[in-house]
């Protein structure tokens, strides 16, 4: 059958969940912990199972903004990527995301996407949990640079270094 995804109004998608609900639709909206806060895995959508023939009521539904599309039908988000959504919830109710790997100050990193990609450096502390400083050279100069956790990886086999640059 299939997953349609909807684009709801900013932190309108209980609302659209509860009116689906009533309107006999089975909607998905998978949540995370951040702290001590409760957030949606995908702010502003919600997954709808429906069949294809079935769509045109989400349309109306107050709160919608859009139904994601290919061509003229609604995209199709297959059961089994819900499914290994779902695998990864908690008793909680909430998704449990792969904790990003712990990295050491000194550890030698390389970055993986943004403006600085390709680049290797040195890890040198977390700024918060989200982010995180490194020393990269550029120009022939040691530079300290903040970024997203996301976007650095550990490098394998490479040893530890002392250098602390970064304030």
């Known amino acids: 059958m299939g997953w349609t995804v909807l684009q709801t109004k900013p932190n309108e998608e209980i609302r659209v969940h509860i009116r689906l609900t ?27 199972q429906s069949d294809t023939e079935q769509w045109w009521p989400l349309f109306s539904t107050p709160g919608v903004l859009r139904v994601l599309m290919a061509g003229h039908h609604p995209a199709v988000v297959e059961d089994a990527i819900i499914a290994e959504i779902r ?6 109710g ?7 790997p712990r990295l050491r100050p000194g550890q030698a990193v390389r970055v993986t996407n943004g403006s600085f990609a390709g ?49």
């Open 22 to 48: 009533r309107q006999g639709f089975e909607t998905y909206r998978p949540r995370i912990r951040i702290r001590t806060r409760v957030a949606m895995l995908f702010p502003t959508y919600v997954f709808v």
């Open 87 to 92: 695998a990864r919830q908690g008793p909680d």
């Open 94 to 100: 909430f998704v449990r995301l792969p904790a990003q």
């Open 119 to 167: 680049l290797s450096g040195l890890h040198q502390h977390a700024t918060s949990e989200e982010r995180i400083r490194i020393l990269l050279e550029l120009l022939g100069r040691k530079v300290c640079v903040e970024l997203p956790a996301a976007d650095v990886e550990p490098m394998a086999n490479r040893p530890v270094a002392t250098t602390r640059a970064c304030a």
